[in-house]
């Protein structure tokens, strides 16, 4: 347990409803991540956040998704209209803050596996 | 061509077998990472090294800058060392500390 959660750990929806997803983080930690991993693949940056600002996105989050952290402290990750190519695991880490120590370091949550019938 | 790579994509080997998985990339990074992923998804780091070589318990990182190469060795293998080990690398740069990975090493010891 690196203690990085993720609810829920496994979603089936059918295509075209919403889900959404949650994450909390390590409590120190500024700085929240998400990422996509497909079946034989390396994950992939999705967006992050430091503090309850979101400061980078990737082109892959189109517009259909969405990520919030308005406490900045957990996250939740929302895909509108699903689509069966958003069938993946997503993927939560945190961090702290460059001068905050060991900042480069990311723990990760479990993941939510999401399968889009 | 990604921007990191990893060899090989399948390792089955026998338990007690010195295991190697290597890692390529091609961008300037000011970190490389090494995470071990077991089925389910849950990510594990191993190590992050900026230069030379680490050391934990049976697993040996290194990291040549120069050549842009990086190498996981576990020693004296054993069947719970089953895993996908990832290498991932931090951008030299990069305000966001977001990384970039490789596509996995699917590692199988048998007793």
């Known amino acids: 347990d690196t203690g990085v959660s993720q609810d829920p750990r496994h979603k089936i929806t059918k295509r075209g409803q919403n889900v959404t997803f949650r994450c909390d983080p390590i409590s120190e930690h500024n700085r929240l991540y998400w990422y996509r991993q497909t079946l034989g693949q390396g994950p992939e940056f999705l967006t992050y956040f430091q503090n309850e600002a979101q400061l980078e996105k990737s082109r892959l989050l189109s517009d259909r998704f969405s990520a919030e952290r308005p406490k900045g402290s957990f996250s939740t990750l929302e895909i509108q209209r699903t689509e069966q190519g958003d069938s993946a695991m997503y993927l939560c880490?945190?961090?702290?803050?460059?001068?905050?120590?060991?900042?480069?370091?990311?723990?990760f949550g479990p993941g939510t596996r999401l399968t889009v019938l | 061509k990604n921007e990191v790579e990893q060899s090989p994509q399948n390792l089955t080997a026998q338990e007690g077998e010195f295991i190697t998985i290597n890692c390529s990339y091609s961008?300037?990074?000011?970190?490389l990472h090494w995470l071990q992923q077991h089925p389910g998804g849950g990510i594990v780091s191993l190590f992050m090294?900026?230069?030379g070589k680490k050391k934990h318990g049976r697993l040996i990182a290194t990291i040549n800058i120069q050549e842009k190469h990086s190498s996981l060795h576990i020693t004296a293998s054993h069947p719970r060392d089953s895993a996908v080990y990832i290498c991932?690398?931090?951008?030299?740069?990069?305000?966001?500390?977001?990384?970039?990975f490789g596509t996995g090493t699917l590692l199988a010891v048998q007793p």
């Open positions: 880490a945190s961090s702290l803050q460059p001068g905050q120590g060991s900042y480069n370091e990311q723990f």
């Open positions: 991932a690398v931090r951008s030299y740069g990069g305000a966001t500390n977001k990384l970039i």
């Open positions: 090294l900026s230069s």
């Open positions: 961008v300037g990074i000011s970190a």
